[in-house]
């Protein structure tokens, strides 16, 4: 099976901090890829990087097989790669719909929509509830309540659904459970799962061991500006993890990158 994304040899500078040293990344479909380093190694950089948020200095990024060269998040998202950040991006004030499609407006058919640019709201409204209802988030009662009004959990249930409705190739999360307790996170990580069921594979940044050994398929395991090793969770505890992501052992030579 082929990558659907492959990162080689990145490199990231600022000014004399190497952020991304001959950084290597790859991302197979359907499948949930769990980014783990302790806190500088570079794994923010390196999913800037793949997102468009920033531009390496050195390197080469593939998707589906072809060169691409992102010069900003939106351009990453046209091709098909959303991102979840850890503050959800998301609209307080504005309505769930508003929200589902903040930056991607459906406007109405004809010159009300090509001359007066109104807002086709039902049409909104309508594909938002659906989208919800396909991955289960019924519990939210009216689409155009205001987001300020949901819990946590709902809020990063939105932020999900918005990837999931609009990424085409992937979607990466970005610590989707560091803000949330017990109940929520549960919630969240069964969203992740129903996603990653609907063939659409997954970037999972995350310091929640238990969390990335319960989802994950693989592992990349980031230490200082590149990738040390990817394992099977499966085969590793999250104490050998932790090891290889603190340098306090070695991975084996046939794990290593």
């Known amino acids: 099976m082929e990558p659907i994304l ?4 990145i490199v990231k500078r600022y000014g004399r901090v190497t952020a991304l040293d001959q950084s290597d990344f790859d991302l ?15 794994k923010s950089s390196l999913i800037k990087a793949i997102s468009g948020a920033v531009q ?4 080469e990024i593939r998707l589906e097989g072809k060169v691409v060269s992102f010069r900003s ?6 091709a098909g790669i959303e991102t979840v950040y850890q503050n959800l991006a998301l609209s307080p004030a504005l309505s769930i719909a508003d929200n589902m499609f903040l930056g991607r407006e459906i406007r109405k058919e004809g010159p009300m929509g090509s001359i007066f640019r109104m807002l086709d709201r039902p049409k909104m409204a309508r594909i938002a509830r659906d989208k919800l ?11 155009n309540q205001a987001v300020e009004t949901l819990s946590g959990g709902q809020r990063q249930g939105v932020a999900v659904a918005r990837a ?20 929520e996170s549960r919630k969240v990580l069964e969203l992740i799962l129903d ?5 659409m594979p997954i970037v999972l940044i995350s310091h929640n061991m238990p969390h990335v050994f319960e989802v994950a398929d693989r592992i990349h395991i980031h230490r200082l500006g590149k990738r040390l090793c990817v394992i099977n969770p499966k085969d590793y505890t999250m104490s050998d993890a932790v090891a290889f992501m603190t340098g306090a052992k070695v991975p084996p030579e046939a794990m290593a990158a």
């Not at 492959?6 to 040899?9: E, N």
């Not at 999931?164 to 109940?183: N, Q, R, Y």
Request: aromatic share 4%.
């Open 6 to 9: 492959t990162a080689r040899g």
């Open 28 to 42: 197979y479909p359907g499948e949930i890829l769990a980014v783990i380093g302790d806190n500088g190694a570079g």
């Open 56 to 59: 390496p200095d050195e390197g």
């Open 73 to 78: 998040p939106l351009q990453a998202r046209e």
């Open 133 to 143: 209802s396909e991955l289960g988030l019924m519990t939210i009662q009216n689409i």
């Open 164 to 183: 999931a409705a609009f990424g085409s190739k992937m979607i990466i999360l970005d610590e989707p459970t560091a803000a949330l307790g017990v109940k």
């Open 195 to 199: 996603v990653r069921n609907r063939g």
